[in-house]
């Protein structure tokens, strides 16, 4: 019994070295695991860093994994952005919107809306927009040229009384939009600067963004739509853009004035370029007055003023003249250049461009908002049978097929029409030294006199309510072919037939390079384009 203990005891003591060796084991084990996780983690977190440290200025990013609970990024809630949130988001999309500023813009342009662009708003649902902010209904124009006026009236006589045009502060209307979109469970509107796309294998997989607080995020979605306006940082990704500015526009605020024609835009064909007059509240009136370049007058030292009061005032109808005058001494003088973009895209999966991000026209004919609110049907109404939005393939034919039909599809063929449109009048309103230029200005405006088709027919073109190219081409010609047989009565001299036939080649050399930058076989044979066939059958 006494040589019992000593061996309990070498036992006990066995147990314990055993046990101090298994912990030292696991101890080993635990760190080893545990500093391979680390490198693991940092591994990751480096390979986040690199890839978004193109747009974030080398900062540490944090990954906001949606994990499938975004199905649409929108970047920028302007006009297109934020209509396009709402209507996705009717349809069930998830949608994350990320503006970079999310207080009430102050623009000069986008503040009048055509009745075609109206009659998409309510296709859309969001015709209650325009109420509350002070809209003011548009009819028609007024021209201006040379002492005389005409007036001309949208058709609107099989549409209903409260179809018209809209015109209003552009920041009101996109703050209802904002509110409306924000109110709806499945999108998320978020202020934020998104700096890049974040790609993998080509295709786009969202967005990397620095929120309101200053933290860098990456966001993901199967779809990024970036309508984030016409300084868009992200549109040379997707698209080859050929941005022109041929003009400025210089904006004013009329106050307590009534214009000649109620309800009526007011266009003076002025030396050298157009003026605009529209109202925009109960008691406002928009006055634009285009100058053509990209330099302006300094509004700073004065020259601006100078300018607006010696060379503008006198060309302004006598009944406008005193408010204008009076508007330039208060001083409220803002400028803004007036672009123009062709859409040119580079398809790429998993992204899309909209708005003046991806196409541009001179906005002397209002057409901006119809034709984004055109395109926004188009898309809605494509990727409705497209449930699933994870699928790449389907999901870029989609897009491709977006891009075609915006300018080929019989029943919308907005876009592509609007933009030739746009750039055609304003070189046709243009004042030039060119007597072929000044016979084709003059016969415009007295072809647009004769009332009738002859002003139904470019009147029904600008407000978005016929859109069709043929009849475009048609009524541009037959404007030139009018000038022409206004030269040759009484007698057809060799010096008229000579000016007449440059007042058709100078009518040409400005439609045909517009239509060609459009697409030809996207106007006018839509029939021949292969992606036309692949769309499926918009409702």
Same mark, same amino acid.
């Given at each position: 019994?006494?040589?019992?203990?000593?061996?309990?005891?070498?036992?006990?003591?066995?147990?314990?070295?055993?046990?101090?060796?298994?912990?030292?084991?696991?101890?080993?084990?635990?760190?080893? !695991?545990?500093?391979?996780?680390?490198?693991?983690?940092?591994?990751?977190?480096?390979?986040?860093?690199?890839?978004? %440290?193109?747009?974030?200025?080398?900062?540490? +990013?944090?990954?906001?994994?949606?994990?499938?609970?975004?199905?649409?990024?929108?970047?920028?809630?302007?006009?297109?952005?934020?209509?396009?949130?709402?209507?996705?988001?009717?349809?069930?999309?998830?949608?994350?919107?990320?503006?970079?500023?999310?207080? *009430?813009?102050?623009?000069?342009?986008?503040?009048?809306?055509?009745?075609?662009?109206?009659?998409?708003?309510?296709?859309?649902?969001?015709?209650?927009?325009?109420?509350?902010?002070?809209?003011?209904?548009?009819?028609?124009?007024?021209?201006?040229?040379?002492?005389?006026?005409?007036?001309?009236?949208?058709?609107?006589?099989?549409?209903?009384?409260?179809?018209?045009?809209?015109? =209003?502060?552009?920041?009101? =209307?996109?703050?209802?939009?904002?509110? /409306?979109? +924000?109110?709806?469970?499945?999108?998320?509107?978020?202020?934020?600067?998104?700096?890049?796309?974040?790609?993998?294998?080509?295709?786009?997989?969202?967005?990397?963004?620095?929120?309101? #607080?200053? &933290?860098?995020?990456?966001?993901?979605?199967?779809?990024?739509?970036?309508?984030?306006?016409?300084? %868009?940082?992200?549109?040379?990704?997707?698209?080859?853009?050929?941005?022109?500015?041929?003009?400025? =526009?210089?904006?004013?605020?009329? *106050?307590?004035? $009534?214009?000649?024609?109620?309800?009526?835009?007011?266009?003076?064909?002025? $030396?050298?370029?157009?003026?605009?007059?529209?109202?925009?509240?109960?008691?406002?009136?928009?006055?634009?007055?285009?100058?053509?370049?990209?330099?302006?007058?300094?509004?700073?030292?004065?020259?601006?003023?100078?300018?607006?009061?010696?060379?503008?005032?006198?060309?302004?109808?006598?009944?406008?003249?005193?408010?204008?005058?009076? %508007?330039?001494? /208060?001083?409220?003088?803002?400028?803004?250049?007036?672009?123009?973009?062709?859409? #040119?895209?580079?398809?790429?999966?998993?992204?899309?461009?909209?708005?003046?991000?991806?196409?541009?026209?001179?906005?002397?004919?209002?057409?901006?908002?119809?034709?984004?609110?055109?395109?926004?049907?188009? !898309?809605?109404?494509?990727?409705?049978?497209?449930?699933? !939005?994870? #699928?790449?393939? /389907?999901?870029?034919?989609?897009?491709?097929?977006?891009?075609?039909?915006?300018?080929?599809?019989?029943?919308?063929?907005?876009?592509?029409?609007?933009?030739?449109?746009?750039?055609?009048?304003?070189?046709?309103?243009?004042?030039?030294? $060119?007597?072929?230029?000044?016979?084709?200005?003059?016969?415009?405006?007295?072809?647009?006199?004769?009332?009738?088709?002859?002003?139904?027919?470019?009147?029904?073109?600008?407000?978005?309510?016929?859109?069709?190219?043929?009849?475009?081409?048609?009524?541009?010609?037959?404007?030139?072919?009018?000038?022409?047989?206004?030269?040759?009565?009484?007698?057809?001299?060799? /010096?008229?037939?000579?000016?007449?036939?440059? !007042?058709?080649?100078?009518?040409?050399?400005?439609?045909?390079?517009?239509?060609?930058?459009?697409?030809?076989? &996207?106007?006018?044979?839509?029939?021949?384009?292969?992606?036309?066939?692949?769309?499926?059958?918009? +409702?």
């Amino acid at each position: 019994m006494e040589l019992a203990v000593p061996a309990v005891i070498y036992q006990n003591y066995n147990l314990l070295l055993l046990s101090a060796v298994a912990l030292v084991l696991g101890s080993v084990l635990l760190y080893g !695991l545990r500093f391979s996780n680390a490198k693991a983690r940092r591994r990751e977190s480096e390979e986040i860093r690199s890839k978004n %440290s193109a747009g974030n200025g080398g900062l540490p +990013a944090v990954t906001e994994k949606t994990d499938g609970s975004t199905d649409v990024i929108i970047v920028g809630a302007g006009v297109a952005g934020a209509a396009l949130a709402c209507t996705l988001a009717k349809d069930g999309r998830r949608v994350h919107v990320i503006e970079r500023d999310l207080t *009430e813009p102050d623009r000069i342009v986008g503040e009048l809306l055509q009745p075609g662009g109206y009659l998409k708003l309510m296709e859309l649902g969001l015709e209650d927009c325009v109420d509350g902010i002070e809209a003011q209904q548009v009819f028609g124009y007024a021209i201006y040229m040379d002492g005389r006026n005409t007036k001309l009236s949208y058709p609107l006589e099989k549409y209903d009384a409260n179809i018209s045009g809209r015109s =209003f502060h552009n920041g009101r =209307f996109i703050q209802q939009m904002r509110e /409306k979109a +924000a109110s709806l469970p499945n999108v998320k509107l978020e202020q934020g600067t998104v700096t890049s796309l974040v790609e993998k294998n080509g295709t786009v997989e969202g967005v990397s963004y620095k929120s309101k #607080d200053g &933290q860098v995020m990456t966001a993901y979605a199967p779809l990024t739509i970036v309508c984030d306006g016409c300084f %868009s940082n992200l549109r040379r990704t997707l698209c080859k853009p050929k941005v022109e500015v041929p003009s400025c =526009f210089v904006g004013l605020v009329l *106050e307590n004035i $009534d214009l000649p024609y109620a309800n009526h835009g007011h266009v003076i064909l002025a $030396d050298p370029s157009p003026i605009l007059f529209y109202p925009i509240s109960n008691t406002e009136v928009r006055c634009l007055v285009d100058v053509p370049g990209q330099k302006v007058p300094s509004i700073s030292n004065g020259e601006m003023a100078n300018y607006l009061k010696t060379v503008v005032a006198p060309q302004i109808p006598p009944e406008l003249y005193n408010a204008f005058v009076a %508007s330039v001494d /208060k001083g409220n003088i803002r400028t803004m250049p007036n672009r123009s973009m062709p859409a #040119d895209p580079q398809p790429t999966p998993g992204a899309l461009l909209m708005g003046d991000a991806f196409n541009m026209r001179h906005p002397l004919t209002g057409g901006g908002m119809t034709v984004a609110l055109s395109d926004i049907v188009l !898309l809605r109404d494509l990727l409705r049978p497209l449930r699933d !939005l994870r #699928d790449a393939p /389907k999901l870029l034919n989609y897009l491709e097929c977006f891009y075609t039909l915006r300018k080929a599809s019989p029943e919308l063929p907005v876009s592509s029409t609007i933009n030739t449109l746009a750039g055609a009048l304003y070189r046709v309103f243009c004042a030039s030294p $060119d007597p072929a230029r000044k016979e084709m200005r003059n016969a415009c405006f007295d072809y647009l006199s004769l009332g009738g088709m002859c002003a139904e027919g470019p009147v029904s073109l600008l407000s978005g309510l016929n859109p069709r190219p043929l009849v475009l081409v048609f009524h541009f010609f037959a404007v030139a072919v009018y000038g022409v047989g206004r030269l040759l009565i009484p007698f057809p001299s060799p /010096k008229r037939l000579w000016l007449g036939a440059r !007042l058709i080649s100078g009518a040409s050399g400005i439609i045909f390079p517009i239509i060609k930058s459009e697409g030809v076989r &996207q106007m006018f044979f839509p029939a021949t384009v292969p992606a036309y066939y692949r769309a499926p059958r918009v +409702a």
